[in-house]
């Protein structure tokens, strides 16, 4: 069974909070998305692998420890996920960025696939899918089913925002992926929105509706 990672660090709620208000326009609900993206790689990074090196230092020899340089993939759902991408860069600048587009359609709720480019070494990589919602989960399983399906063996999924539905679909179609969220909220409304959620992450991000 994955494990669900809740990140509730108080600037995490308090940018959140700010995210969730609908009197926030895109410029600001853009920069605090990327912000809680950067907060929450921090805590998604914890176990990437260190190799021993010695340097010298003023005082003189140290063996000390730098990133082994295990190679990462960044992969955002289109559309929303491109919102967390440039906060998660700011960790881990060497990853590659692949791209899933996946729109929900309006009446099934099902995902459907527009696009699909990821780097070329999918095995070797550890993969980070990112996504603000997770909501009925189709979207997330289907992305993470299609880089299963191109050789990904190593896959973490981080959103800002879960329903209890979504996080039950990804533990249930891939136990083996591990969920990070910012807030796991009540229920999906007959709509399949996340209540209290909030609205619409792509709309809000880039202005549309
Ligand atoms: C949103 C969101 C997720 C998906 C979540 O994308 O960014 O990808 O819905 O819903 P689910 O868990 O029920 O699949 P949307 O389909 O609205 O596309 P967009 O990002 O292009 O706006
Ligand atoms: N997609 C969104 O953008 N928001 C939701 O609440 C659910 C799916």
């Known amino acids: 069974m994955s494990k669900v990672h809740v990140m509730d660090h108080p600037l995490i709620q308090h940018k959140l909070t700010l ?3 609908k009197n926030t326009g895109s410029k600001e609900f853009r920069e605090l998305v990327e912000e809680v993206a950067l907060l929450m790689g921090y805590e998604v990074t914890r176990d990437i692998q260190l190799k021993e090196v010695e340097i010298d230092t003023p005082m003189g020899k140290a063996k000390t420890k730098v990133i082994s340089g295990k190679k990462v993939g960044l992969v955002p759902i289109l559309r929303a996920g491109l919102g967390m991408v440039d906060g998660m860069l700011k960790l ?12 929900r359609d309006p009446e099934t ?9 990821l780097p070329s070494d999918v095995e070797e990589r550890d993969f980070i899918i990112i996504d603000p919602m997770l909501a009925t989960g189709g979207s997330a399983s289907a992305a993470i089913t299609f880089l299963k399906q191109r050789g990904a063996k190593s896959i973490k999924f981080v959103c800002l925002i879960a329903a209890p539905e979504g996080v039950s679909r990804l533990q249930e179609d891939h136990p083996d992926v591990d969920i990070f969220v910012a807030a796991l909220d009540e229920k ?12 619409d ?3 809000r991000l880039f202005g549309t509706k």
């Open 19 to 21: 995210i969730r208000d």
């Open 92 to 103: 881990i600048p060497a990853a590659k960025v692949g791209h899933i587009g996946l729109y």
């Open 109 to 117: 709720l099902e995902p459907v696939e527009y696009y699909c480019k």
């Open 188 to 199: 999906l409304n007959e709509d399949g929105y996340i209540v209290p959620g909030l609205g």
């Open 201 to 203: 992450a792509g709309d």
